[in-house]
């Protein structure tokens, strides 16, 4: 099984590293051929996979408790820590 293109290599030919990819994945700023990318990446690199299944938990309970814009960035670590620990 070969890996596909990576279209998120930069003009200067640097790849983008996970966080990156997660990162412009998760602000909606990649092409449809980026996401499809993204999307089978994760299928097999458990960091992304989790990462994003961290931020999306985090951004649903902010959502749910209404805190207006952000919050505090202890409640947001301590939010990651509860769901990697659950998760292992
Ligand atoms: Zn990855």
């Known amino acids: 099984m070969s890996e596909p293109t ?3 290599v930069s ?3 640097r790849r983008a590293t996970c966080m990156e990819m997660l990162q412009l994945f998760l602000d909606g ?3 449809t051929e980026q996401r499809e990318y993204f999307l089978s ?3 097999h690199c458990m960091p992304c996979f989790k990462s994003y299944q961290v931020d999306m938990a985090i951004k649903q309970l902010l959502k749910d408790r209404c805190c207006g814009d952000g919050a ?3 409640l947001v670590a301590q ?3 509860q769901i990697i620990q659950k998760d292992s």
């Open 6 to 8: 990576n279209p998120f």
């Open 72 to 74: 505090p960035v202890d």
């Open 29 to 31: 700023e990649v092409t």
């Open 79 to 81: 939010i990651k820590a």
């Open 41 to 43: 990446h994760m299928d």
């Open 11 to 13: 003009s200067s030919g």
